[in-house]
């Protein structure tokens, strides 16, 4: 019985797949009724940049995003969305898309690919302040345009010189007895070849350290805590508004001074040379931290037409009246927190696009990233705007004690960011006294040696054995 029911149950079942599918189904009902159209798929922006609009159509809400930070959104115009392309400063075309999304569905949307030319006439050319700067000098300056390609060099102040527990030991260098490497950077001070310590036993030791990185192939980078020419007394000194001005007065006793400091300077420079007798290129990190009040040629002691006039005095004299064309020249406001403008800031008392070869910045950010990716950005945009090489000119954080600090506080905020540099500063000189916690990147023992040999081991991060010559001009570039 129960077979028999079970053969008429299939041939019905048979039955009925048979004439379901010989009956038409009713087609599905399309309740969507939205629309979007953006009828060209490809937009071409000349390599100076603009603003261009894309025709859009649509009956719902949408939003725009893009994944190039070189396109802005300039807001609706009478057919679509305007926006705006920054100018391409780089030798490459370059590509992004530009995303039309429903707001309350983020898998309906369409795009547009926005194609951006180079400038084919004047293809690699970039400007330097000292139009018969040494070739050695030119292709630093090319150099430290394009590595910011392919990285950043980890740099740190006096690293050759001495560490937290040596001195003066030729060869010698915290960051390389930690990772086996020395820093694509070294970072001096000029200061006390220029005033009245110029006579100091230590201008010998930082003659040869600045040498032993040149034979390595290393960016050699100086600042200058120079004295106060009017008092006597250190960089720190701000207790006048006077020294410039009497510094840019003609045969004023400060200016006198001065200018002798300068001779000291162009006379260290002039016969800086390596194994093969060539000058030996320096970035110029003059007046640094400008924005600062503590030094006297900070926002406190001087006005605007001061710095830049200073700015503008100093160059001249270094390289139209003594010779020297083995500098760079390099400005580097103070980048700490946060900043209503940052690009404003780092423009402060800006002297001029024909004045500054290379745009740095001072950020000790510490543990805030927040602050120091925004900086960073600002930075990044800066730089591109101007077609100037750029970098984190000092940084760290006094004492640290994380075991994480590289890839937390160092990698992790600059991915991404096309700068040719984050410089550390100095790892003081303490002997055996471990209560001097000034020092600002590791050393041997130091809680993050791990850390910093896993930043190490990528190769965004640029030591002494990364660089590519940095004293051969690149192919396809001109330095004018």
């Not at 700067?133 to 150099?143: I, M, P, V």
């Not at 230590?202 to 009017?230: F, Q, T, W, Y």
């Not at 006039?309 to 580097?332: C, P």
Request: charged fraction near 25%; glycine fraction near 6%.
């Amino acid at each position: 019985m129960r077979r028999l029911l079970f053969i008429v149950c299939a041939a019905f079942f048979s039955l009925a797949c048979a004439r379901s599918c010989k009956e038409p189904q009713p087609a599905p009902v399309n309740n969507d009724t939205r629309e979007l159209s953006v009828p060209e798929e490809e937009i071409p922006v000349p390599w100076n940049g603009g603003a261009f609009a894309i025709e859009v159509k649509a009956n719902f809400e949408y939003k725009v995003s893009s994944d190039a930070s070189w396109i802005s959104d300039e807001g609706p115009c009478a057919d679509g969305r305007k926006f705006k392309a920054e100018a391409n400063p780089d030798i490459f075309p370059r590509t992004c898309s530009i995303r039309f999304t429903d707001v309350s569905d983020r898998y309906y949307f369409k795009e547009v690919t926005v194609t951006q030319g180079a400038d084919a006439s004047a293809g690699g050319a970039l400007s330097i302040v000292d139009k018969n700067a040494t070739a050695e000098t030119k292709a630093l300056l090319a150099n430290l345009w394009v590595i910011a390609d392919k990285g950043l060099m980890f740099g740190h102040h006096d690293d050759l010189w001495y560490g937290r527990y040596w001195y003066n030991e030729p060869g010698g260098s915290d960051t390389k007895t930690v990772c086996g490497d020395y820093p694509a950077v070294f970072s001096v001070d000029f200061g006390e070849i220029m005033d009245d310590r110029y006579k100091n036993e230590s201008n010998a030791i930082r003659r040869r350290v600045i040498l032993e990185a040149r034979e390595r192939g290393e960016v050699i980078m100086a600042c200058a805590h120079v004295n106060n020419p009017k008092t006597g007394k250190d960089s720190w000194d701000n207790s006048s508004n006077e020294v410039v001005k009497e510094l840019l007065t003609d045969g004023s006793a400060t200016r006198n001074k001065y200018i002798t400091w300068l001779d000291r300077l162009a006379d260290f420079a002039n016969n800086l040379k390596d194994s093969n007798g060539k000058l030996v290129p320096v970035i110029f990190r003059m007046y640094h931290e400008h924005t600062q009040d503590w030094s006297w040629w900070g926002s406190s002691c001087t006005t605007t037409s001061e710095f830049t006039e200073m700015w503008k005095l100093t160059i001249q004299y270094l390289r139209d009246v003594k010779g020297v064309h083995n500098f760079l020249y390099a400005i580097s406001p103070q980048m700490d927190g946060f900043y209503a403008n940052a690009q404003e800031r780092i423009r402060y008392r800006w002297p001029g696009d024909e004045w500054v070869d290379f745009i740095g910045m001072d950020c000790y950010h510490g543990s805030n990233n927040l602050a120091f990716v925004a900086n960073l950005k600002a930075l990044e945009a800066v730089s591109a705007a101007k077609r100037k090489p750029c970098g984190v000119t000092e940084d760290g954080l006094e004492g640290f004690t994380q075991s994480d600090y590289w890839t937390r506080f160092i990698v992790n905020p600059t991915e991404g960011r096309r700068i040719s540099m984050v410089t550390m500063w100095r790892n003081k000189y303490v002997g055996s006294d471990e209560s001097d916690k000034h020092y600002y990147s590791v050393y041997p023992g130091h809680a993050s040696e791990y850390d910093f040999r896993k930043m190490y081991a990528l190769d965004r991060i640029l030591f002494s054995k990364d660089l590519p010559d940095m004293y051969a001009m690149p192919s396809g570039y001109e330095v004018k």
